[in-house]
């Protein structure tokens, strides 16, 4: 007796099956895999269970692909964004591809709207910037076999979900040791919201290196920011203010830093005669800035060419990808920002 099918090669036979059970003709179930708009939400949402439920993929060969990869941003207005764009579309530009940018408005996983809009497009892949996806739309995904790839993920994104990252625990390292090396032993730390796994891995190693060198970690000394110039300046203002004012800041990204850079001028303290800081990026304005930054190089740029070349390999059946969990080493870029502190 012939085996079945597998389910992955049954189109036809999964497509009504799935249209019975939902009650619906096999079209409709085509509208919704299509991303079509012309459906109930109910019926589409309904469907949509099901879809999961089966574990129905579309077949590459026949799942028709748009010549784009859509990129995805947490957050778009922001050097640090041109830096990821320019890497996604080197890429795609050798692959014939275009690049379609969206924005997630400060939300750690795009809405539902979103997800549609993707379906209907059918990209070559999506990479998802400080992002991530909830499991329906995972699924969404999936079910149209549209790869995707988290780069710089804001938490755990899972196991199973490709990812391109970057040291960041040896980088807070690196960059509180080299302060330490300076002489300096009251250190501050600016650091992005604690929700963020970049963050904490780069607060992780600002502990580690304190402790490692037999300093206090003081919790005083250690301000909530967010990644924006703003909160370097406002957190800089009070941690300079303090009447046992750190002598070097580690300012957990490059825009926080510059925000220290003008609280500091306006405490009248010089930089790095009263006070050293170091960033974390290497955005291109660090060595224009006066004086030039002292920072922990992200390799931003080489970040989206692995995350696009990630996404296109991974929608290659015949060659797929050999790692799909990649970090790329962050490295310390001395300029002059920093020096040993004031007698």
């Not at 379906?119 to 990479?127: E, K, T």
């Not at 899972?158 to 040791?177: E, F, K, M, Y």
């Not at 290659?316 to 799909?324: F, G, I, L, S, Y």
Request: glycine residues 8%; proline residues 8%.
């Amino acid at each position: 007796m012939t085996p079945p099918e597998p389910l992955e090669t049954r189109q036809t036979a999964t497509l009504a099956e799935i249209a019975r059970a939902a009650g619906v003709s096999a079209p409709t179930v085509s509208k919704v895999l299509n991303g079509r708009a012309d459906v109930a939400p109910a019926t589409r949402s309904r469907v949509e269970e099901l879809l999961r439920a089966h574990g129905y993929r579309r077949r590459r060969a026949e799942a028709s692909r748009s010549p784009l990869i859509d990129l995805v941003f947490h957050e778009l207005e922001s050097a640090w964004a041109m830096e990821v764009i320019r890497g996604v579309e080197n890429v795609a530009r050798d692959a014939g591809l275009s690049v379609v940018l969206s924005e997630s408005a400060g939300r750690l996983t795009p809405g539902r709207t979103w997800a549609d809009q993707v379906a209907a497009r059918r990209p070559h892949g999506v990479i998802l910037v400080l992002s991530g996806l909830d499991e329906s739309q995972r699924a969404l995904l999936t079910s149209r076999s549209i790869p995707f790839v988290v780069m710089d993920p804001a938490g755990d994104p899972g196991v199973d979900v490709p990812s391109i990252g970057a040291t960041n625990w040896q980088g807070g390292l690196a960059a509180t040791r080299h302060l330490i090396e300076l002489g300096h032993t009251r250190i501050g730390a600016i650091t992005g919201p604690s929700r963020m796994m970049c963050s904490r891995a780069r607060v992780d190693g600002y502990r580690a290196a304190l402790e490692t060198a037999g300093l206090p970690v003081d919790p005083a000394l250690i301000a909530t920011g967010d990644f924006h110039h703003e909160a370097g300046y406002r957190q800089g203002l009070e941690l300079l203010r303090r009447p046992d004012r750190p002598t070097a800041v580690f300012a957990l990204n490059d825009l926080q830093a510059l925000g220290l850079y003008e609280a500091a001028r306006e405490l009248g303290l010089r930089i790095p005669e009263d006070l050293s800081v170091v960033g974390f990026d290497d955005l291109p304005v660090a060595p224009w800035v006066g004086p030039p930054l002292t920072t922990v190089r992200q390799p931003l740029t080489e970040m989206a060419e692995a995350a696009a070349k990630l996404v296109l390999d991974l929608g290659r059946e015949d060659q797929p990808p050999v790692a799909t969990r990649v970090e790329l080493a962050t490295s310390l870029v001395v300029r002059a920002s920093t020096a040993a502190p004031p007698a």
